[in-house]
């Protein structure tokens, strides 16, 4: 199977505006953070069934860390930053690592890292499912 079609099935798909022939996945650093993450964006209708799922990227691999100050002014914009995209955009097509370690727009002193499956190192990401994951019922009243 081919990483996009991969990512597109595990609802971690992030495509930035400019390119949306690139896909990505998009990962917590915590759980915590994957759940305030995926909570903000699901409808508040039934969901399908979700999992928790380790992502292992190999240690011998760069990750790319642009640091916040490196970030383009409004990258934070809520609900969705076209400057961030656009940045995420060029570092996708860019293949220049296999990894992007970014804060989170919703904690910023948290960290997201986006997987850019057009690197030739992709498939040296590891995927496991840890369990089944539904959200606490409490979170939608």
């Known amino acids: 199977m081919r990483p996009r079609q991969t990512l597109r099935r595990s609802g971690s798909v992030w495509r930035p505006l400019e390119c949306d022939r690139h896909a990505s996945a998009l990962c917590a650093t915590s759980v915590a953070l994957c759940v305030v ?24 691999h760069t990750v790319y860390e642009p640091g916040i100050t490196a970030l383009p002014a409004g990258w934070d914009d809520l609900p969705t930053s076209g400057t961030a995209q656009v940045f995420g955009g060029a570092w996708l097509a860019s293949r220049a690592s296999l990894a992007m370690k970014v804060p989170s727009a919703i904690v910023k002193e948290e960290c997201n890292v986006i997987i850019n499956p057009l690197h030739p190192d992709y498939g040296d990401v590891q995927l496991s499912v840890i369990r089944p994951f539904t959200f606490d019922s409490r979170m939608f009243k």
Request: hydrophobic share 45%; net charge negative; no cysteine.
């Open 37 to 60: 993450e995926k909570f903000v964006h699901v409808e508040r209708t039934p969901l399908p069934p979700l999992a928790l799922v380790a992502v292992d990227v190999p240690d011998h």
